[in-house]
């Protein structure tokens, strides 16, 4: 989960200052600064918060937060973009634009970042200070696919702003998570119909993953070659009744390629699946030597510490970006409460209300409106099969 880096400022009334732009205001705020060098406390909001809001950004940023006493070392005060009604929260403090350089963080290599200007040049750039003590829960503040405002000092220069994020690829342990790549706009999993055989258990799983990542996913069965596509035809059908669209793929004979190319354009994708897939083949087919670029990329990532996920955007030649980050391959992202699981299929949602136990988890309970919507085929088994392994990998603490 993604918790705001303004999530620790605190408004004291404010009134507007001067218009920065049209659709922000200036205001002052106070800032609680942390000690520098102090270990963030285990919060317990984090879970809460989730709990509650998911990956709703703007439920997340009120500065509600328990803090344990002795945390905040000194306040101070700082100019804030407020947004207006409905707009998006901006992250930490405003900066002047026209001395600043927008740009997309590519990687994150210890303390600085390689950003690719919007003027189209790689800049490397540390992190301003003050952003960094406004740093709450998140290991960084600064990750892969972030917006960010910099200011030029020399080559080189220092990241002033991050932008709010959507589409969070988050990697984390019970309660604590880590963004390994911000601002997704969709996952592409990729699934093999034979060599190795189809899992579709593990595409809902896939699925589950980006539901909770609010990611858009596609589906792509590849190796097409293999096989005669009339007998995926229902398994494509099941999933465009989820509004999932699923295509037909292969980096062998072209099948897909085109459409895929056309997916990928101008967004920034993930690419997921399984090793042997045909992730690398894919890639290649899209644009050559695409994989060998990724996969040097993941490569070096994972030299030295085998826990660092750092994941990196590759540029397309159509636009956008792919990453093929090596936490989301290894499915290593699934770990969800129990509680969570129900919320990740979404064609429960309007049988759950009508469960007699408000807190039915559709597996033993007696008059359960999920079972008798499996039952009478209005959710697919397939599904309920998935929606179970999900719930006994699941961590018991709802
Ligand atoms: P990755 O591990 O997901 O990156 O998979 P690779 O791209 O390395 O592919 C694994 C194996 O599957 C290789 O031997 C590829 O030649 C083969 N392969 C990949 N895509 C296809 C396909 O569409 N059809 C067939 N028949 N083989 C494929
Ligand atoms: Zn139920």
């Not at 990928?264 to 042997?276: D, E, K, N």
């Not at 807190?359 to 088994?381: F, G, M, N, P, Q």
Request: aromatic residues 4%.
């Amino acid at each position: 989960m993604f918790v705001p880096l303004h999530g620790i400022l605190r408004s004291k009334g404010g009134a507007t200052a001067r218009e920065s732009g049209p659709h922000m205001a200036k205001k002052k705020v106070r800032v609680d600064m942390r000690k520098n060098r102090s270990q963030p406390p285990r919060d317990r909001s984090w879970t809460a918060e989730f709990k509650d809001h998911g990956f709703d950004e703007k439920a997340t940023t009120h500065d509600e937060r328990v803090r344990t006493k002795g945390d905040l070392s000194r306040r101070r005060t700082v100019m804030q973009d407020e947004p207006e009604a409905g707009g998006s929260t901006a992250a930490g403090p405003s900066i002047d634009t026209d001395q600043c350089l927008r740009g997309r963080v590519l990687k994150v290599q210890g303390l600085h970042s390689m950003i690719e200007g919007d003027d189209g040049n790689v800049y490397r750039c540390g992190v301003r200070r003050l952003l960094k003590t406004l740093a709450t829960d998140e290991r960084h503040v600064v990750a892969t696919g972030d917006v960010v405002w910099f200011r030029l000092s020399g080559t080189d220069g220092l990241i002033e702003r991050v932008e709010p994020r959507h589409g969070v690829l988050t990697r984390g342990s019970r309660g604590r998570e880590h963004v390994l790549v911000a601002n997704v706009d969709q996952v592409v999993i990729v699934v093999s119909l034979m060599q190795p055989d189809l899992k579709p258990h593990l595409i809902d799983r896939y699925l589950a993953i980006a539901q909770r990542g609010k990611l858009k996913p596609i589906v792509c069965l590849n190796k097409a070659d293999l096989i005669d596509p009339v007998l995926v035809q229902p398994l494509i059908g099941a999933y465009c009744q989820l509004g999932v669209t699923a295509l037909l793929t292969s980096a062998i004979d072209g099948i897909g390629i085109e459409r895929l190319r056309s997916i990928l354009a101008g967004r920034a994708t993930v690419i997921s699946g399984q090793s042997g897939v045909g992730k690398s083949s894919l890639l290649n087919a899209i644009q050559s030597d695409l994989a060998l670029r990724v996969r040097s990329v993941s490569e070096n990532n994972n030299k030295g510490r085998h826990t660092t996920t750092t994941a990196e955007l590759i540029k397309l030649d159509t636009g956008g970006w792919v990453v093929d980050t090596p936490g989301v391959r290894q499915l290593e992202l699934f770990d969800v409460a129990a509680g969570e699981v129900e919320g990740l299929f979404p064609e429960f949602h309007p049988y759950v209300a009508l469960c007699a136990f408000p807190d039915c988890t559709h597996t033993h309970e007696e008059k359960c409106a999920v079972k008798r919507a499996i039952a009478r085929r209005l959710i697919s088994a397939r599904r309920y099969t998935s929606y179970l392994g999900l719930l006994d990998g699941a961590g018991s603490s709802s």
